[in-house]
């Protein structure tokens, strides 16, 4: 069904699988006792439907990410690398499960990368 030549936010399988993607990825990020605290107190309603909008949007789908500049929300809370990473690998470990192509697991995860200096704060931005 899905080729390389689709968005791989189709390839994923479109907006209900990805809703539930994200639904699948925080259940894992809130069970995970170093990524936990960091959602202490946050409207996670909001947070997985912004989620949904940016990934949706990131992944080439027909929708326009309207929320939070990302460096701003997530500025001052400590995030480090190493948060950042695990986070991605809750995010992999979801989609490897669903039995997404490895392929297009890769894909997401290299979109991810590129906005890892803006969750972490680095300012070593090289792009
Ligand atoms: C590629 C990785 C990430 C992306 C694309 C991302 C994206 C987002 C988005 C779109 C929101 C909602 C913004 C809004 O409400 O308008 C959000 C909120 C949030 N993110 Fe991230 N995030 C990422 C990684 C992380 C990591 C690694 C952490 C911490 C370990 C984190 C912590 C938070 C917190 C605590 C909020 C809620 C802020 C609040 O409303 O109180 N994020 N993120």
Redesign the pocket.
């Known amino acids: 069904m899905t080729d390389s030549t689709q968005a791989l936010f189709t390839r994923l399988g479109g907006t209900s699988a990805m809703v539930e993607i994200v639904d699948q990825m925080y259940a894992r990020?809130l069970g995970d006792p170093?990524?936990a605290p960091?959602?202490e107190?946050?409207?996670m309603d909001?947070?997985r439907s912004?989620?949904y909008?940016?990934?949706a949007s990131?992944f080439d789908g027909p929708i326009e990410?309207s929320?939070?500049e990302?460096t701003k929300?997530?500025a001052g809370?400590g995030?480090k690398a190493t948060?950042?990473a695990?986070?991605?690998g809750h995010?992999a470990d979801v989609l490897e499960e669903r039995g997404v192509a490895p392929r297009d697991v890769d894909d997401a995860l290299g979109r991810?990368?590129m906005?890892?200096d803006k969750?972490?704060g680095d300012a070593n931005v090289d792009g």
């Open positions: 990020v170093d990524l960091f959602f107190g946050a409207e909001r947070v912004m989620q909008h940016f990934l990131a990410y929320g939070a990302l929300i997530h809370r995030i948060h950042f695990k986070f991605c995010f991810l990368a906005f890892r969750i972490t």
